[in-house]
């Protein structure tokens, strides 16, 4: 059979073949990754992708949690939560913007006492983070102007009045020093590992123990969840999550001894300091002048803010008790006198001769009033406070070995360096050396100020390191940069045989209702190698100084029916004025407690200093008006 020449077609070739088998293989591939990603979006992924569609149409709106509160050890009230009216916007209910919304703004500025601006920026930023949220206008607004609003609501369409949970310090200026405040979380701060769990918005601690304290003190927000449309407009609320309220602290403070101690300083720019010598426990601690820390609730003005940095104003944000560096007069004996024996300068029986003054580098270093003691041991130089005893104790140190005894015990002793205390702002102060006076110097020179410049506040740097540089230590003065709790803490050591605790506030945390959850637990404590006569002698001699014929502080407590040990210091300040210090430790001879007081500007320590410690223990120890204590024992 012939085939007919119009039908012929040519053969496919082998080249040919290949070409349409990879491109059906390729097409064929093709549509099986179609088929199989179907079938992964539809069929395993679909619930997943189901429930995502469903939360964007849900939006958390979250519920401040009220903190934890803060009691003392008795389990008194320190710093709690008090419930507050906020003003609110509702941002689907309220005007569009123009002219009816910025009516509605002018009319509640004058009810709130705010700008007009101000409400306008709070509403952009708050929708900005929260687009679904209620803006605050105003926190904590006095009721007479919630009453106005809620009466004439037709003239605030969308303002509503809500509860918020305010922090409040009942006992005002009390320990504001020591409680701190909160604020909210700053941008910088949310960046640190701490706050690694806060939101924007939400309240922290900023200062004191509100701040050391702040993860156990936040709670767990909470939310509420709201149905919004396609166009995230509000529809409903779904639920709410409510809010977990922080725990609860408990401090060692004890809220009586607070008090009195912030008694006595009240008016001058003063601090005290209270502490269990056994553990470090701070009984109480006070800076004055001190300052309201309700003013922070909600949001300080800038105004007030600036008065309470002010020099002239007296700082009232400093807190004196650690963050006050003076010279520490006569108190700092203890410090020479424990250097003195322990590097065999001197022993507990040894006299020297006091003649009413002290001759070195021409200059004449003379006792207070220009008294003349005769003959003394220790004991006997402690009592009357003879100050050239110590004078030639600081030119027997700075003449010894490498000249640094009494500045190598007062940094065993915590000078020089923060103690650690869970109290943040804490500074170190200075202990001074030939080394570091003797930089300065070299400093200045080379900065062409032989003349005296003030390159370090407070300390002229014309002269190098000298014998009278010592002389001036061994008695708290010179260079010497010291703060209340550093003072404290040293006599503590030498009170309990060579201990040198931290101090700290913190004793527990607790569930809301008291119950003990956690113990803290401070492990600083160190121990420094006193040799018991050596002590024996320093305590002798600070029981004779409150209680010898000749005790500098005798007359203060006389009468008082709780044994004391305890030394007076009047040191001599860079504007010329006398600081005032007591040192106190009680009772003896095994003390329990030390009690610390010191004025910027209150002239001895017998005249102001003394009588405040005196006040503060009657308090501690339940002293009856009549001399008498109710119980016999100080606090558990």
């Avoid at 983070?129 to 926190?139: D, G, V």
């Avoid at 005790?551 to 709780?562: E, M, N, W």
């Avoid at 210091?569 to 095994?590: H, K, M, R």
């Amino acid at each position: 059979m012939y085939l007919d020449s119009k039908d012929r077609r040519p053969a496919m070739t082998p080249r040919l073949a290949l070409r349409v088998a990879v491109i059906g293989g390729a097409a064929l591939a093709l549509f099986a990754i179609v088929f199989f990603r179907l079938w992964f979006l539809q069929v395993l992924s679909g619930e997943e992708y189901r429930q995502e569609a469903n939360d964007n149409r849900v939006r958390e709106i979250k519920v401040q949690a009220p903190r934890g509160e803060i009691v003392d050890r008795n389990g008194k009230t320190l710093v709690e939560n008090r419930v507050g009216l906020a003003v609110k916007l509702a941002p689907n209910e309220i005007p569009e913007e123009g002219a009816e919304r910025d009516a509605l703004y002018e009319r509640l500025a004058k009810v709130l006492g705010v700008g007009t601006g101000q409400i306008d920026r709070r509403v952009d930023d708050q929708l900005e983070e929260l687009p679904f949220s209620s803006p605050t206008i105003e926190q904590d607004v006095q009721l007479h102007k919630i009453q106005y609003i809620l009466e004439n609501q037709e003239d605030f369409p969308g303002v509503a009045v809500e509860r918020v949970f305010l922090r409040t310090y009942p006992h005002d200026e009390l320990a504001a020093h020591l409680f701190g405040y909160v604020g909210e979380v700053s941008p910088d701060q949310l960046e640190e590992e701490r706050f690694r769990e806060v939101e924007q918005g939400d309240l922290v601690g900023q200062a004191g123990i509100e701040s050391t304290y702040d993860r156990y003190l936040r709670g767990q927000n909470g939310a509420t969840r709201v149905v919004v449309d396609a166009l995230g407009d509000f529809q409903s609320e779904a639920n709410v999550q409510e809010p977990v309220q922080g725990k609860q602290l408990r401090l060692s403070l004890d809220l009586d001894v607070q008090r009195t101690g912030q008694e006595q300083i009240a008016g001058a720019e003063a601090a005290f300091v209270v502490m269990d010598v056994r553990n470090g426990e701070i009984v109480g601690m006070g800076s004055s002048p001190s300052y309201e820390p309700n003013l922070f609730t909600g949001g300080i003005e800038q105004s007030d803010y600036e008065k309470l940095t002010n020099e002239e104003e007296g700082a009232p944000l400093t807190n004196r008790a650690i963050q006050g560096l003076y010279p520490t007069g006569s108190t700092w004996k203890l410090i020479t006198a424990t250097a003195a024996l322990e590097e065999r300068l001197l022993t507990p029986t040894e006299t020297l001769f006091d003649g009413g003054s002290l001759t070195s580098g021409g200059i004449t270093f003379q006792n207070a009033g220009g008294a003349s003691y005769g003959s003394l041991a220790l004991p006997q130089a402690l009592e009357v406070s003879s100050d050239v005893f110590f004078y030639q104790l600081g030119q027997r140190a700075n003449s010894t070995g490498d000249g640094l005894a009494i500045q190598e015990w007062a940094e065993r002793l915590s000078f020089g360096a923060p103690t650690g205390i869970d109290v943040p702002g804490e500074l170190g102060g200075l202990v001074p050396t030939p080394e570091w006076r003797n930089d300065l110097f070299e400093e200045a020179q080379t900065q062409g100020s032989p003349g005296g410049e003030e390159i370090v506040e407070g300390v002229e740097t014309d002269r190098p390191w000298s014998e009278g540089d010592a002389i001036n230590l061994s008695v708290g003065q010179g260079d010497l940069q010291a703060t209340p709790l550093q003072l404290a803490t040293a006599y503590a050591t030498v009170a309990n045989g060579g201990s040198v605790v931290q101090p700290h506030l913190g004793q527990r945390i607790e569930d809301p209702d008291g119950r003990p959850i956690q113990e803290l637990e401070f492990n600083g404590t160190r121990k420094v190698d006193i040799a018991p006569e050596h002590r024996n002698a320093i305590m002798q001699g600070l029981f004779q100084a409150a209680n010898g014929p000749g005790g500098t502080s005798t007359d203060v407590f006389s009468g008082f029916p709780i044994d004391i040990a305890g030394k007076t210091g009047t040191a001599e300040n860079t504007d010329g004025t006398d600081q005032s210090w007591y040192a106190a430790v009680a009772p003896y001879p095994e003390p329990r407690y030390v009690a610390v007081a010191t004025f910027e500007d209150g002239g001895f320590g017998a005249e102001t200093a003394a009588p405040a410690v005196r006040e503060i223990l009657a308090t501690l120890f339940e002293v009856e008006e009549k001399g008498e204590t109710t119980s016999g024992e100080a606090l558990d």
